[in-house]
């Protein structure tokens, strides 16, 4: 199985199955002498680590971290900083429960990747999905985390705005809260009506989908190119590339279909230190392919979860009718734990265009451009 590396200069593989001894991850081209610990990593995925509340996988994983490689103690701070070679992370599998999956291993589950797995290698890992399990996305989480950090200045949030057909009111919106909840919701009221209409979800063996948004900002202008590596095809490419996500809109997205060309052009003036101010942001921050210097947007949308109680009609590998019922610990909504792994694979591309165009044009910035 190829293709399980994603950037260029900043480049990320990805290793293991969600039932296998582990699972990491190899980030190479990350510069030297940036401070980085195994508690920086930690922080994050304890984020997305399975079992926090009873809207997620009762599945126990404590998701601990190692350095394998790629850091060294530096003589003149005593801290630990990156050498400029691979770092290699590593989380181990604790609680995986394989049994649970006994009865599918030749049935193809409605909604997984079961079919075309088995079309495509001819051999599958039933136990959670192998591959095209979610829990792959532990690496890139501990990943995002080495990302945050090649940026000076960069800060990447994100946010649960909708559950199904409930969205947050954008009036309400406040990036404290966003820890305060299960949900990674910046809305305290619309956080107290998701947990009231996903028990109902729970309780009935079902799922439901989600829509998740990601605010990068301090990201510098000038990233990225016209063509073949704009900023938002990037951060599009990243985000579909992460487990049930089936949509993806940067800026006003496809609400931009709705608006006027004078509604949606970000109109510019002068600021008193005489840089340039946008008035709005409906392009989410990318012109062109290119960072304006503004926070980049983006939303993206995760199915429900195909791994429910009801059962679901479908075919086996001998090519006989049968009906899947999927047993086991499964979210009823997967996109809250796919905040922190969005955050992570924006984090990653910036991270890459920042090195990228650092290595064509320098770090300096032609603007004020001089008067003819």
């Not at 009906?323 to 992570?344: L, S």
Request: aromatic share 6%; proline share 6%; net charge neutral.
């Amino acid at each position: 199985m190829s293709h399980n590396s994603f950037g260029h200069l900043f480049r990320v593989t990805t290793f293991g199955e969600s039932h296998g001894p582990a699972l990491g991850c190899v980030v190479d081209g990350c510069p030297p002498r940036i401070p980085l610990t195994a508690a920086d990593i930690q922080a994050e995925l304890d984020r997305r680590k399975p079992g926090q509340s009873r809207f997620t996988t009762q599945r126990r994983e404590p998701d601990e971290v190692r350095i394998l490689s790629g850091v060294f103690e530096d003589e003149r701070t005593g801290g630990q900083v990156t050498t400029g070679t691979p770092i290699a992370l590593l989380i181990e599998n604790v609680d995986q429960r394989s049994k649970d999956y006994g009865e599918i291993r030749d049935k193809y589950r409605p909604g997984h990747a079961d079919f075309t797995y088995d079309i495509k290698y001819g051999v599958r890992d039933y136990r959670g999905g192998g591959r095209s399990s979610a829990r792959e996305t532990a690496a890139r989480v501990a990943a995002g985390a080495i990302a945050r950090k090649v940026v000076p200045g960069l800060l990447v949030r994100g946010a649960l705005v909708q559950i199904g057909p409930h969205r947050i009111d954008r009036a309400n919106w406040d990036w404290d809260e966003v820890g305060r909840n299960p949900f990674f919701c910046p809305d305290a009221k619309a956080a107290a009506l998701f947990a009231d209409y996903l028990d109902g979800v729970r309780k009935k063996g079902s799922s439901i989908g989600a829509v998740i948004e990601v605010v990068a900002e301090g990201v510098p202008a000038g990233l990225g190119a016209p063509i073949y590596a704009k900023v938002d095809s990037e951060i599009a490419a990243a985000l579909m590339s992460i487990n049930a996500v089936k949509g993806v809109e940067i800026g006003a997205g496809f609400g931009a279909a709705e608006l006027t060309g004078e509604e949606n052009a970000d109109e510019i003036r002068l600021s008193n230190d005489g840089t340039p101010l946008f008035l709005s942001n409906h392009a989410g921050g990318i012109l062109g392919g290119i960072s304006t210097g503004q926070a980049i947007v983006a939303r993206f949308a995760v199915k429900p979860t195909s791994s429910i109680l009801t059962e679901r009609r479908s075919v086996d590998r001998f090519g006989h009718d049968v009906d899947v019922q999927t047993k086991g610990r499964h979210d009823p909504c997967v996109g809250i734990r796919a905040v922190p792994v969005g955050e992570a694979m924006v984090a990653c591309v910036v991270a890459d265009q920042f090195l990228r165009h650092r290595g064509q044009v320098g770090q300096s910035s032609p603007w004020p451009f001089p008067r003819i």
